[in-house]
């Protein structure tokens, strides 16, 4: 935490006392200088309207937009009686009384309050420049008591990412890797402990398939130079085999209708009301068509027989998973090896997106044993019922209309992706005992979290106290430019290692233009490559997580627009002005920040600053990146107006970029202000998962 003398010995040259204090109102003046505000505003408030300090607080509001205050007071929410809120309001204001913040203003019933220039960018430059990466953040929200320091911190699992070993890693499991990377860093900021973890699609017939699909058009080599790749492509020729396969007996079969049909005559029609029934038309059927009609059921015959003798693809996968269930080694050899080697290969892209899982699991490693119990439970308290040779259970009967019937178990025993995801729920636990866990899953599997949570719930304790701590956080579908689904079938899934590419190679492009600034950049590849990224990450944050987006590589790396590029160029710009002013870090920490005061730009950037802290709240609460993306492009913005802005109170009309040629001492204050502003923009980039450049 913040060295508050400082502060506190700054406070008292402004003629105040130390921040005052009120029991039942937690304020972190360590971490946020609005909160040295917060703590003065409740007591002036309570001076003249007698409210409790805790309902006070409640009321403070932060703005959106800074012209209608640094923070401001709607009085009805101070819930008093028998006073009309807008006398109540002048009262307040006239009333008021503070050193660091202007008299109030009255807007009906809301009083506003600004906070004096300079005072201001003293406090929040002190803190920015004292707390550095962490300024913002605020490490004891995640904590059992987050009023006494000590308290144990709590702990957060997430689950996020989760492929299927399989198939291609598509967007939708970029964005759940996107997102929970945000949330896992989130909470992290706020001073939870997070556990970062990936539940593989890695069990199931599937690998029945794929295993047969490998021994036909698989090869080792390629494995193991590309094995994602290479295994989609495995795993496409053979469901090609596949759906061939029965697209044959699917044809005969719908031939065999289609004759059957025109066989029998059709019923006559029934006449309407007080007429007399028409005569049919004559019935035809040929002797050609009798005859195809044989010749089709024979071909019938002879690809069921073909079955019986050689079982299909399908059938076969079933039984290979079956022995992969019952542990069969030969079955298990490449299963193994896929999961292995993909597991490999995920590393390195989840290392480019600034991503690192501490828990691989999967379908795979959730325990026969306790799916056993899970099924016996259900059975016990009368959830689930046979059908049909499986078990299911029906969730109209028990209380929820609208999740539809689930099956638990199949007709051969082997279990589901369900059944999987209620006995890893409590496995979770076990291992973990967490506080709370979140599964970032699509919005397309919505109706199947909600099924798995309301049987757990069902099943009672303990199963129905575990879930009650766990959430499952949405986002809607990324489609492409023309805002079309992208679907495998189609090929238009665009795979996570090709997107990646395609936008390094623009943006690596792009940088090349710059002949001067790119001999400069020391790794270019790995800049073009954090570019590339930085820009897919921002486009996902764009929206609110549940509204889908889409996929469009120009918009997206664009330097103009509110995009990835435009936050690493504004951050790359305020590097290389640090390194030619090159200001050591102890002036910039002595620096007379009241300097800043003459220009209204630079007065502005500050104010923003300041509310970075409780910006970064605000996005615990929503736990929506735009809420912090929106917050670093307003920054970014007022930080460029800087660059050409007017000092207003010199005739000469100096702009800010320039103040620095005046004296030693302003030239401090401004690249003090430019430090802090970077790094917030950091801060911000980096609680977004972005990594930022100092060069491009
Ligand atoms: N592997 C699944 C898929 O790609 C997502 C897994 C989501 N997590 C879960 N616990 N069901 O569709």
């Given at each position: 935490a913040l060295d508050m003398s400082q502060i506190t010995s700054k406070l008292s040259t402004l003629g105040l006392s130390h921040p005052p204090t009120f029991p039942g109102v937690l304020l972190h003046t360590e971490y946020n200088p609005v909160d040295i505000y917060r703590a003065y505003i409740i007591e002036q408030i309570h001076k003249t309207t007698d409210v409790e300090p805790a309902i006070i607080n409640n009321a403070l509001a932060w703005t959106q937009d800074l012209k209608h205050g640094d923070l401001v007071l709607p009085v009805p929410a101070l819930r008093l009686k028998g006073k009309k809120p807008d006398e109540l309001a002048i009262e307040i204001a006239e009333n008021f009384e503070c050193p660091i913040i202007e008299k109030p203003t009255v807007d009906?019933?809301?009083?506003?309050?600004?906070?004096?220039?300079?005072?201001?960018?003293?406090?929040?430059?002190?803190?920015?420049?004292?707390?550095?990466?962490?300024?913002?953040?605020?490490?004891?929200?995640?904590?059992?008591?987050?009023?006494?320091?000590?308290?144990?911190?709590?702990?957060?699992v997430v689950e996020y990412s989760s492929p299927n070993i399989a198939k291609e890693f598509h967007t939708g499991h970029l964005r759940s890797t996107i997102i929970g990377g945000f949330l896992t860093k989130l909470y992290a900021a706020a001073g939870w402990e997070t556990i970062s973890m990936n539940y593989l699609g890695d069990w199931g017939k599937q690998y029945g398939v794929l295993s047969q699909g490998f021994e036909k058009y698989g090869s080792e080599e390629e494995l193991e130079r590309d094995p994602i790749k290479h295994l989609n492509e495995v795993y496409v020729k053979i469901n090609q085999d596949h759906a061939a396969e029965q697209k044959d007996a699917k044809k005969l079969f719908e031939k065999k209708d289609e004759?059957?049909?025109?066989?029998?005559?059709?019923?006559?029609?029934?006449?309407?009301?007080?007429?007399?029934?028409?005569?049919?038309?004559p019935h035809q059927w040929s002797d050609e068509q009798e005859s195809e009609l044989q010749d089709v059921c024979a071909q019938l015959e002879k690809v069921r027989a073909e079955l019986v003798a050689k079982p299909s693809i399908d059938e076969k996968a079933r039984q290979f998973f079956k022995r992969m269930v019952d542990g069969d080694k030969e079955a298990l050899k490449y299963w193994q090896k896929f999961r292995d080697l993909s597991i490999e290969a995920y590393k390195l892209m989840y290392a480019r997106l600034n991503i690192a899982f501490d828990d691989y699991n999967g379908e795979s490693t959730v325990k026969e044993s306790d799916m056993d119990k899970m099924a016996e439970i259900l059975e016990k308290k009368g959830l689930s019922e046979p059908s049909e040779g499986a078990v299911m259970v029906d969730l109209k009967k028990h209380g929820a209309p609208k999740l539809g019937i689930t099956l638990v178990k199949k007709t051969d025993g082997t279990s589901l992706y369900l059944t999987r995801d209620l006995a890893a729920n409590y496995e979770r636990y076990e291992k973990y005992q967490f506080d709370r866990m979140i599964y970032v899953i699509a919005s397309q599997q919505d109706v199947h979290v909600a099924q798995f949570f309301k049987v757990l719930e069902l099943m009672g304790s303990p199963y129905e106290e575990v879930v009650k701590n766990c959430e499952h956080i949405t986002f809607g579908m990324v489609k492409d430019p023309k805002g079309q689904t992208m679907s495998t079938r189609k090929g238009t899934v665009v795979s996570l290692a090709d997107s990646l590419d395609s936008a390094k190679e623009f943006m690596h492009g792009v940088m090349k233009g710059n002949a001067e600034k790119y001999e400069q950049v020391e790794n270019p590849e790995e800049t073009a490559d954090t570019l590339a990224i930085s820009a897919i990450m921002v486009q996902d944050y764009s929206g609110k997580m549940i509204n889908g987006y889409n996929?469009?590589?120009?918009?997206?790396?664009?330097?103009?627009?509110?995009?990835?590029?435009?936050?690493?160029?504004?951050?790359?710009?305020?590097?290389?002005?640090?390194?030619?002013?090159?200001?050591?870090?102890?002036?910039?920490?002595?620096?007379?920040?009241?300097?800043?005061?003459?220009?209204?730009?630079?007065?502005?950037?500050?104010?923003?600053?300041?509310?970075?802290?409780?910006?970064?709240?605000?996005?615990?609460?929503?736990?929506?990146?735009?809420?912090?993306?929106?917050?670093?492009?307003?920054?970014?913005?007022?930080?460029?107006?800087?660059?050409?802005?007017?000092?207003?109170?010199n005739k000469n009309a100096k702009t800010m970029s320039v103040m620095y040629a005046d004296s030693a001492e302003k030239k401090a204050a401004l690249m003090g202000l430019y430090n802090a502003s970077r790094q917030v923009l950091a801060n911000g980039m980096r609680l977004l998962g972005l990594k930022p450049v100092e060069r491009m």
């Open positions: 009906k019933t809301f009083v506003r309050f600004f906070f004096k220039p300079g005072p201001l960018a003293t406090l929040t430059l002190k803190y920015t420049l004292q707390h550095k990466a962490q300024y913002g953040f605020n490490p004891r929200l995640g904590l059992e008591d987050p009023s006494k320091p000590g308290s144990k911190r709590k702990r957060l004759l059957e049909k025109l066989k029998k005559p059709p019923p006559p029609k029934k006449p309407a009301k007080g007429k007399v029934a028409e005569a049919p038309p996929f469009d590589m120009e918009r997206m790396t664009s330097f103009e627009g509110d995009t990835g590029p435009y936050l690493q160029y504004s951050h790359a710009r305020v590097c290389s002005m640090e390194r030619k002013a090159g200001v050591p870090r102890s002036e910039l920490e002595n620096a007379d920040f009241t300097l800043i005061v003459g220009v209204k730009e630079g007065v502005e950037l500050v104010r923003c600053l300041a509310q970075w802290p409780d910006v970064f709240l605000n996005a615990y609460k929503t736990r929506e990146p735009i809420t912090v993306l929106t917050y670093l492009f307003k920054m970014t913005h007022l930080l460029s107006s800087c660059y050409d802005a007017k000092d207003v109170g």
